[in-house]
């Protein structure tokens, strides 16, 4: 690290050129000596135009992070990247080095698998299109650079002017010396200066296009970071030993070399989260992370989960397949109406709890299970993936949507009640007002774009967009201002590691006896209504009524809401039938067919009778219909599988 940099000076054409020769060996050298991957290249070339290093652009083919996305020229990109290497080594120093370690190196001895890659800066043709405060910036990087593992090779052009305030002298201390005031470059070193020396030639275009396109593609393979799951969760003998009474903490991943960054909600303004990123940034890891630690953490009787994903995936899915035992409500690829709906039914679930605050004479939810420690009231927790899909249309259901999740966020805080909202982009929440935002102190951004970052942290915070790996994150609990930013690297779940705890959790509960938790509430938007889940109707298979009923129930489905079955009542009145009118037939027998099974499970023979007549031009048209038919034809013995529909 002592000294760190290279620095090289020419006034004339030859010595310029052999210059550039010097910095692309320098670089190659770097590519191919350190891990893939660990190597980021900046590059900075205000005279050639980029041509001097376009070879290297062939790392963009594999991942753009590698040349911080083009070579630069232009004085304001100049200075931009030179401000994001300062503000990367400002975390370095503060959040990792600190007084513990001495260099990088010696961090990443430690830090294994998020072990920090060096930046490379790469200067042709200096000072031209360096304005002052970029000079004054490259002096900072190359007097603490190297420590941090940034690492300077400068050109100098000595005939241009120096910005008002750069003097070279100040920066030679930490830097290799060559100059070309001569045909010969002389190396300024007190030990080996007056030695005879022979710089090795750069390879052939070709030779250096293989190498350069050999190395992004093991960077490539190697991006991919991986923290054990298990260097967060807790160990079996430490499940559901978590109380929730004051707070909810989750660790969530990795920070620097030993230790943990945790999801911390129900204390001073960290209430409520806002989760972002990109496709393929990590953000439904994260989020299979908090509810899988959090559930290892807290039992049933300390936290409830209410999961809504927007996405064209099954991302919650299996924590109903696998009933999880901390789920009230899983919506997969949910309709906005079921979204409204597990809003409203949270709003009044905040109602009840402040009654009964009211009436216990206590404030919020850590003083209720005080006052009464047989108080059953876990906090709860409200996960939407893809929320901007509530606003996606300025109509009454959005505008619905707005005021009862702002009512949540406002009023969560003493009931125990938490929102995390997650999206690929916070830009698409139109509707959903500022002020809403503002309300959620935690945010965590993934890699998404600039605009996304600056909406999620703040309009000074652009950290986020210098994350580039999956699962590369920046927890901030200060409402998205630059002095809460804490870098961290996300954990990594397998599916079915996943599915193996959540089994266990079963597993402990039944041995644990006590009461058993209510089955979840599930919607799934891509998938038909299924008639085993309808319980009334399943009574009624097992025991028909003796009499039968004065108003009979025709169930057609499952409702889009959190409420009782859609069903069309039958009374001995006029205008009481049935009409199903729709383009495809399938559907309108599987509702056809659904309400017939519900008749049938009311009368028995003796209380009813049923008249079928299709009329199609061919049967097959109606063989679902005719196959319940059949089944309606002859006793149906208590307790068979009713069909699905």
Wanted: charged content about 20%; hydrophobic content about 40%; some cysteine.
């Amino acid at each position: 690290p002592t000294p760190g940099h290279l620095l090289l000076r020419s006034g004339f054409a030859a010595g310029k050129a052999e210059s550039v020769k010097l910095l692309q060996t320098a670089m190659l050298r770097y590519l191919t000596s350190l891990p893939p991957g660990k190597v980021k290249l900046t590059i900075i070339d205000p005279v050639g135009l980029g041509e001097n290093f376009a070879a290297f652009m062939h790392l963009a083919d594999f991942d753009e992070s590698l040349v911080a996305h083009r070579i630069w020229t232009e004085p304001a990109h100049i200075e931009q990247r030179l401000a994001d290497l300062t503000a990367h080594m400002e975390s370095i120093i503060q959040k990792y080095l600190r007084n513990q370690y001495p260099t990088i190196e010696a961090y990443n001895a430690e830090a294994g698998e998020v072990a920090e890659p060096f930046r490379l800066l790469v200067i042709a043709g200096f000072p031209v299109n360096f304005t002052v405060d970029a000079g004054r910036r490259l002096v900072s990087t190359i007097a603490s650079g190297a420590r941090c593992g940034v690492v300077c090779l400068v050109a100098i052009d000595t005939k241009q002017e120096l910005p008002d305030g750069f003097i070279v002298s100040d920066i030679e201390p930490a830097c290799v010396k060559f100059d070309w005031s001569g045909p010969q470059p002389s190396w300024q070193d007190p030990d080996f200066g007056d030695l005879p020396l022979t710089l090795d030639a750069p390879p052939t275009q070709d030779e250096e296009t293989a190498i350069i396109r050999r190395v992004g593609a093991a960077a490539m393979a190697a991006k991919r970071v991986e923290v054990p799951f298990d260097f967060i969760c807790p160990k079996p003998d430490e499940w559901w030993q978590s109380n929730s009474a004051r707070q909810i903490q989750v660790p969530l991943g990795r920070v620097g070399a030993t230790r943990r960054q945790a999801l911390q909600l129900g204390l001073g303004t960290s209430q409520h989260a806002l989760v972002a990123g990109k496709t393929g940034s990590g953000k439904s890891t994260l989020l299979h992370v908090l509810i899988t630690n959090l559930a290892l953490n807290y039992g049933p009787d300390q936290v409830e989960l209410y999961l809504i994903d927007f996405k064209k995936g099954v991302e919650f899915k299996q924590y109903a397949t696998a009933a999880l035992p901390h789920v009230r409500v899983v919506a997969v690829e949910s309709e906005r109406e079921f979204g409204l709906s597990v809003l409203q039914r949270l709003d009044q679930a905040l109602k009840r709890r402040g009654d009964r605050f009211r009436a216990m004479g206590v404030q919020d939810i850590a003083a209720a299970r005080e006052a009464d420690p047989n108080l059953v009231l876990p906090r709860i927790l409200l996960i939407v993936d893809e929320f901007q899909e509530f606003f996606t249309e300025d109509d009454r259901l959005s505008q619905e949507a707005g005021l009862v999740l702002d009512r949540l966020v406002r009023q969560g805080r003493a009931f125990g009640m938490h929102v995390i909202l997650g999206s690929q982009t916070i830009g698409g929440a139109y509707t959903l007002t500022r002020s809403t935002i503002d309300q959620m102190a935690v945010r965590i951004a993934l890699p998404c774009s600039e605009a996304d970052g600056h909406l999620i942290l703040s309009e000074g915070n652009s950290a986020a967009r210098l994350l580039s790996r999956p699962g590369d994150a920046i927890y901030n609990d200060m409402s998205g201002l630059v002095e809460g930013n804490h870098p961290f690297q996300v954990a990594w779940l397998t599916e079915e590691r996943r599915d193996t705890l959540i089994g266990e959790m079963r597993r402990r509960l039944a041995v644990r006896g006590g009461a058993v938790p209510p089955e979840p509430i599930v919607f799934e938007g891509n998938a038909p209504a299924e008639l085993r889940k309808n319980q009334e109707l399943r009574a009624l298979w097992a025991a028909p009524p003796a009499t039968p009923p004065k108003e009979a129930s025709a169930w057609l489905g499952e409702p889009i809401s959190i409420k009782e079955p859609t069903a069309a009542l039958f009374r001995r009145q006029s205008g009481r039938n049935l009409f199903i009118l729709g383009q495809d037939e399938i559907e309108a027998q599987g509702v056809l067919a659904s309400a017939l099974l519900s008749l049938r499970g009311q009368y028995t023979p003796q209380t009813a009778r049923f008249h079928f007549i299709t009329v199609a031009p061919e049967g097959d048209e109606v063989s679902g219909l005719v196959h319940v038919v059949r089944r309606l034809a002859v006793p149906l013995r208590s307790g068979r599988d009713v069909p699905q529909v």
